[in-house]
């Protein structure tokens, strides 16, 4: 499924001109996720979840990232707390690397309501 977001900004009331900014970029997602159940935790239902993506990106966020598109790769461990808190489906732990960037590298990460 494709999503897509557009920014623009501009920095108000900064204290020198040095810092004064304008941004206008655009993000184009795709981004297959696949949840596997695995067995049960503490009589919870518990879940493997996987994420595969391309972000294409436009405007003045290709410089930092030194490129038009850049590919991010999960893998996280969810379980579920549907009835223990109302808001909170599920809450896991989980790693994502981002590839083909200069950002790229590893991150751990905290899933919830996934």
Request: no cysteine.
């Amino acid at each position: 499924m494709g999503v897509q977001n557009y920014a623009i900004g501009h920095t108000v009331a900064t204290d020198s001109h040095a810092q004064d900014t304008t941004i206008e970029t655009g993000r184009l997602s795709n981004t297959l996720v696949y949840h596997y159940d695995t067995p049960d935790v503490l009589k919870r239902r518990s879940q493997i979840r996987v994420l595969a993506s391309r972000i294409d990106v436009g405007g003045d966020a290709v410089s930092p990232l030194g490129s038009h598109h850049y590919y991010e790769l999960g893998a996280g461990w969810l379980i579920d707390t549907s009835n223990d808190i109302k808001f909170l489906n599920n809450i896991g732990v989980g790693l994502a690397l981002n590839i083909g960037s200069n950002l790229s590298g590893g991150s751990l990460v905290i899933l919830f309501n996934e």
